[in-house]
T-cell receptor, first 115, second 118 residues
Framework: KAGVTQTPRYLIKTRGQQVTLSCSPI?????VSWYQQTPGQGLQFLFE???????NKGNFPGRFSGRQFSNSRSEMNVSTLELGDSALYLC??????????????FGPGTRLTVL | AQKVTQAQTEISVVEKEDVTLDCVYE???????LFWYKQPPSGELVFLIR??????QNEISGRYSWNFQKSTSSFNFTITASQVVDSAVYFC???????????????FGIGTKLQVIP
């Protein structure tokens, strides 16, 4: 099975621009979660999508949004970029088993640099 | 509010030594999940375990073991007979557990950097 893929791997943008990051989960996985990792704030949960619906959300401003398509692929969008948005953005997929044995699989991440 | 404390920022051990990474958490939720993740130098995060707060049994997976003690709000991770490949940053995390399922708002610790010296 192919793993979780994220595109692009690296991205450079300037302040005020917007950006869209893509995540393709493992085939058959229905849940996709997004995380932001920065040196200052560490790892933070952005949101989780399941069956094309945002099921859970972290504490990020409305500039951060996402969506999930019928094939479970997910995109996240950041509008009006700020310098502080420079980070590694990680995506994870999981089968979302009803039991507590669910496991997440992470992609390699997208490194976003805002100049 | 949720909080995860990993007091050890960096640990160095010699290969084959056992090492325990500490994790202490705070939450007002009655049901919750605890996690451990590994981030090797390559940067890709690896999910190691998710533990339901109802289940206080210790977990063992190969050289890895986890000790969950609700009474002390701790979820410690032990690597037995450490290897160089275990060198990584390890994150402990916490989230509420709701009937709606999925990965709720997850709070991460700052991570413990483990260096295993050959």
């Amino acid at each position: 099975k192919a793993g979780v893929t994220q595109t692009p791997r690296y991205l450079i943008k300037t302040r005020g621009q917007q950006v869209t990051l893509s995540c393709s989960p493992i085939s058959g996985h229905r849940s996709v979660s997004w995380y932001q990792q920065t040196p200052g704030q560490g790892l933070q949960f952005l949101f989780e999508y399941f069956s094309e619906t945002q099921r859970n959300k972290g504490n990020f401003p409305g500039r951060f949004s996402g969506r999930q398509f019928s094939n479970s692929r997910s995109e996240m969008n950041v509008s009006t970029l700020e310098l502080g948005d420079s980070a590694l953005y990680l995506c994870a997929s999981s089968p979302d088993y009803p039991s507590d044995t669910d496991t997440q699989y992470f992609g390699p991440g997208t490194r976003l640099t805002v100049l | 509010a949720q909080k995860v404390t990993q007091a050890q920022t960096e640990i160095s051990v010699v290969e084959k030594e056992d090492v325990t990474l500490d994790c202490v958490y705070e939450t007002r939720d009655t049901t919750y999940y605890l996690f451990w993740y590994k981030q090797p130098p390559s940067g890709e995060l690896v999910f190691l375990i998710r533990r339901n707060s109802f289940d206080e049994q210790n977990e063992i997976s190969g050289r890895y073991s986890w000790n969950f003690q609700k009474s002390t709000s701790s979820f410690n991770f032990t690597i037995t007979a450490s290897q160089v490949v275990d060198s990584a940053v390890y994150f402990c995390a916490l989230s509420p557990r709701a009937n709606s399922g999925g990965y709720q708002k997850v709070t991460f610790g700052i991570g413990t950097k483990l260096q295993v010296i050959p």
